[in-house]
């Protein structure tokens, strides 16, 4: 599930008159098409991003990792991905925004299947290396190919976007379903390798898949400055909440699998089916929240907050905190991630049409 927001293309006449008109006259070829695309690009890029949750940190201690460098790991993930995301967002138009999508998933592929040969390195400090060099260029790649997703689907869909990104969520969310239960079962029965090996081809099929059915998108760039953005605060507080939201996001990725392990004596493949509590309800939750968001953008701002709340609260029972004074439950931790999970659509969704109001 990747947060980051760009700007969306400027729009030409010609390429969108069907756009604007498709939620009435039903959805055009380009619509439909681009939908597959889209479902296509966030089921295989998420299934592979989440399968490293139940397995991975824990074959990383043993080559010699830390657990303070296990969460560096994930974390350079997202600061690649970042800054991966600013740059080509600003440089969208003139690569195209067709060729950044499936340039980004045949990187993502081959590094994935890469990350599944890291076990024959050495251990200690050249694994380490590796995990850092794979995973940042994995991370630039995930951001071309998402970056490139969210500015076709809100040039395509400008009167829908919550609701058309909301709705391809759920591939989003099976990806993070299928991912850690996937990768944890793939890792108990075959060994380390296997599971990379497997869903990096799966996202490498998409890239000749996605040649074929993405339909080329035309565009004129801009000449705003995308940090103009920054100049206004509810931007800023946007950015806030992604950024807030990434961040737990990012802890949870590193630290569950250790945690449930040590705790309730959990293998890899429980594990994966404990992260199902977080997925499944942002899975189901999204496409609602984001026809709603759209039907009634009153709300928007009610959801962001009250679901930013909600999953404060997940978050201080997660573990749970020291202060409460209460021993960890494993039954306690999976109400705690569907209670996440679900206030994770609500503040999401609504982010992106908010942001793209501002753009505009």
Same mark, same amino acid.
């Given at each position: 599930?990747?947060?980051?927001?760009?700007?969306?293309?400027?729009?030409?006449?010609?390429?969108?008159?069907?756009?604007?008109?498709?939620?009435?006259?039903?959805?055009?070829?380009?619509?439909?098409?681009?939908?597959?695309?889209?479902?296509?690009?966030?089921?295989?890029?998420?299934?592979?991003?989440?399968?490293?949750?139940?397995?991975?940190?824990?074959?990383?201690? /043993? /080559?010699?990792?830390?657990?303070?460098?296990?969460?560096?790991?994930?974390?350079?993930?997202?600061?690649?991905?970042?800054?991966?995301?600013?740059?080509?967002? /600003?440089?969208?138009?003139?690569?195209?925004?067709?060729?950044?999508?499936?340039?980004?998933?045949?990187?993502?592929?081959?590094?994935?299947?890469?990350?599944?040969?890291?076990? /024959?390195?050495?251990?200690?400090?050249?694994?380490?290396?590796?995990?850092?060099?794979?995973?940042?260029?994995?991370?630039?790649?995930?951001?071309?190919?998402?970056?490139?997703?969210?500015?076709?689907?809100?040039?395509?869909?400008?009167?829908?976007?919550?609701?058309?990104?909301?709705?391809?969520?759920?591939?989003?969310?099976?990806?993070?379903?299928?991912?850690?239960?996937?990768?944890?079962?793939?890792?108990?029965?075959?060994?380390?390798?296997?599971?990379?090996?497997?869903?990096?081809?799966?996202?490498?099929?998409?890239?000749?898949?996605?040649?074929?059915?993405?339909?080329?998108?035309?565009?004129?760039?801009?000449?705003?400055?995308?940090?103009?953005?920054?100049?206004?605060?509810?931007?800023?507080?946007?950015?806030?909440?992604?950024?807030?939201?990434?961040?737990?996001?990012?802890?949870?990725?590193?630290?569950?699998?250790?945690?449930?392990?040590?705790?309730?004596?959990?293998?890899?493949?429980?594990?994966?089916?404990?992260?199902?509590?977080?997925?499944?309800?942002?899975?189901?939750?999204?496409?609602?929240?984001?026809?709603?968001?759209?039907?009634?953008?009153?709300?928007?701002?009610?959801?962001?907050?009250?679901?930013?709340?909600?999953?404060?609260?997940?978050?201080?029972?997660?573990?749970?905190?020291?202060?409460?004074?209460?021993?960890?439950?494993?039954?306690?931790?999976?109400?705690?991630?569907?209670?996440?999970?679900?206030?994770?659509?609500?503040?999401?969704?609504?982010?992106?049409?908010?942001?793209?109001?501002?753009?505009?």
């Amino acid at each position: 599930m990747d947060l980051n927001v760009s700007p969306p293309l400027t729009e030409n006449r010609g390429s969108s008159e069907s756009a604007a008109d498709g939620p009435r006259r039903g959805m055009s070829k380009t619509q439909i098409l681009t939908l597959i695309s889209m479902a296509s690009v966030n089921f295989s890029s998420m299934i592979c991003y989440s399968i490293l949750g139940p397995f991975f940190p824990n074959e990383a201690v /043993k /080559k010699g990792a830390s657990q303070t460098v296990v969460g560096q790991i994930f974390g350079c993930y997202a600061v690649c991905n970042l800054i991966g995301a600013l740059v080509l967002g /600003k440089y969208i138009v003139q690569i195209g925004a067709k060729f950044m999508l499936i340039a980004g998933l045949f990187v993502s592929s081959g590094c994935t299947i890469m990350f599944g040969l890291l076990d /024959k390195a050495p251990a200690g400090a050249t694994f380490i290396a590796l995990c850092f060099i794979v995973r940042s260029l994995d991370a630039l790649g995930f951001a071309a190919a998402m970056t490139s997703s969210f500015a076709i689907t809100a040039k395509i869909f400008p009167n829908n976007v919550a609701t058309v990104l909301g709705s391809l969520e759920i591939f989003t969310g099976l990806g993070l379903i299928l991912g850690p239960p996937v990768g944890g079962w793939f890792y108990h029965s075959f060994g380390y390798e296997v599971p990379f090996m497997l869903l990096g081809c799966v996202l490498l099929i998409m890239v000749p898949f996605n040649i074929y059915v993405l339909p080329s998108i035309e565009a004129d760039p801009s000449n705003d400055s995308f940090f103009g953005l920054l100049t206004q605060i509810r931007v800023v507080l946007i950015c806030f909440v992604i950024f807030t939201l990434s961040s737990g996001l990012g802890f949870i990725d590193a630290t569950l699998s250790l945690f449930a392990m040590k705790t309730f004596n959990l293998t890899s493949g429980y594990v994966g089916l404990i992260m199902l509590g977080l997925s499944l309800p942002y899975c189901l939750a999204s496409p609602l929240i984001g026809y709603f968001t759209d039907k009634y953008p009153v709300t928007r701002n009610a959801f962001t907050v009250t679901g930013g709340i909600i999953t404060a609260a997940g978050f201080f029972l997660l573990g749970p905190a020291p202060f409460f004074h209460i021993s960890s439950q494993l039954w306690l931790l999976i109400i705690m991630l569907g209670l996440i999970g679900f206030s994770l659509g609500m503040t999401a969704i609504p982010t992106f049409p908010e942001i793209i109001t501002c753009a505009q």
